[in-house]
């Protein structure tokens, strides 16, 4: 059945797009040689091998529609029409990518699979196929500021009691400023506030261990960006002037971003002048002759770092955490090994694992 006409105007303007794309996303989709090694490296298509979580076969999707609205022979026989039922099927490849990006690492010419997925997406959220639970997400950060929905009254209250539970429990009288000008702007995304505090806590004990002059914005404390996934580029970019009015208003050199990575992908992308990762700002203190938590000097054994697949894969971080636990540990101290892609070391240890219990259980 062909689309339906309401369709026909957003897939107009995605077209009159294409000439927009980036560079590298245009090259990437002319020089697939469907070698199949992202295929093997796909833990998605490893746990459920059907064609169409073949990431090189999903990319074909977009290869396919890029080609028929730019190249001449395709403008003489006619650009390609979409259907509502390739339409669905769009939002359920795409969809199921998680663009972890193991695949760029695998691939000989370097295909980064969660840009294809991301501007694919991006159509979709043109044609309205953006899964529901995203569009409140951000629905709900638009009208509040965070995906919590949180007010700042909440953040206050959250905030003291994170306080009153350092003390209690280390001994130690840590504040987080809030509002107030400073060098340091950190923002944590709001789930660390109110669903995991911990996270937030060892980071507020870390900026009082190294004495940096920090705060927190109460109009911009979720550095969580939805827009990356959605393919939401004008979303993306609200989220982001968030922060970049925060960093102007508060006076601050230096944005902190204290996600697990990607929310500081986005921030590198829209504020290009104001970023620092928690994890660089910690390599450098420590690089400095920093304070170390006592237990960790002169630890034996050996240590293995099964690292986040954006900070690792995306900012390239591996030797800095590797200087960074040996930096803590000592000369003598743990052994790190420190893995560019643990995925399918992971992998095997959950079944030697599933083995282990099997075999209990007969």
Known sequence: MPVKMNHKDEILTATRELSNWPRTLRIYLE?????????????????????????????????????????????????????????????????????????????????????????????????????????????????????????????????TFLEQEILEEKGVAVRFPVDQEADYLFVPPSSDIFSSPETLMGCAMFFHATGLNWTMCSQAFDGANFGLHTGDDAFTKRKSGLLNTACRTLK???????????????????????????????????????????????????????????????????????????TATGPEGVRAELHRDGTERLRQLVLRRRRRLGSARR
């Not at 986040?308 to 030797?319: D, E, F, I, P």
Request: hydrophobic residues 30%; proline residues 4%.
């Open 31 to 159: 020089i697939c040689a469907h070698c199949g090694n992202c295929k093997d490296a796909c833990h998605v298509y490893r746990a459920s091998p059907d064609k169409r979580r073949n990431p090189a076969w999903r990319a074909g999707r977009l290869s396919s529609f890029y080609k028929s609205q730019t190249s001449p022979l395709h403008r003489l026989l006619g650009r390609k029409q979409f259907t509502d039922q390739e339409i669905d099927q769009w939002a359920r490849d795409f969809y199921e990518c998680t663009a972890c990006r193991r695949c760029a690492q695998y691939c000989p010419f370097g295909i980064d699979n969660s840009v294809i997925t991301r501007r694919a997406r991006s159509i979709l959220h043109t044609l309205g196929k953006t899964p529901k639970k995203l569009l409140e997400t951000q629905d709900i950060s638009d009208r509040f500021g965070n995906d919590e929905g949180a007010s700042k009254e909440a953040l206050l209250d959250s905030l």
């Open 252 to 326: 601050a050199k230096t944005l902190v971003m204290g996600e697990c990575g990607h929310a500081l992908r986005v921030a590198k992308k829209v504020l290009p002048s104001f970023l620092e990762a928690t994890s660089l700002r910690d390599r450098e203190h420590l690089r400095t002759g920093g304070p170390v938590h006592p237990r960790w000097r002169h630890q034996t054994g050996s240590f293995h770092e099964h690292h986040a697949c954006h900070l690792s894969r995306s900012l390239q971080l591996h030797t800095d955490l590797q200087h960074r636990f040996r």
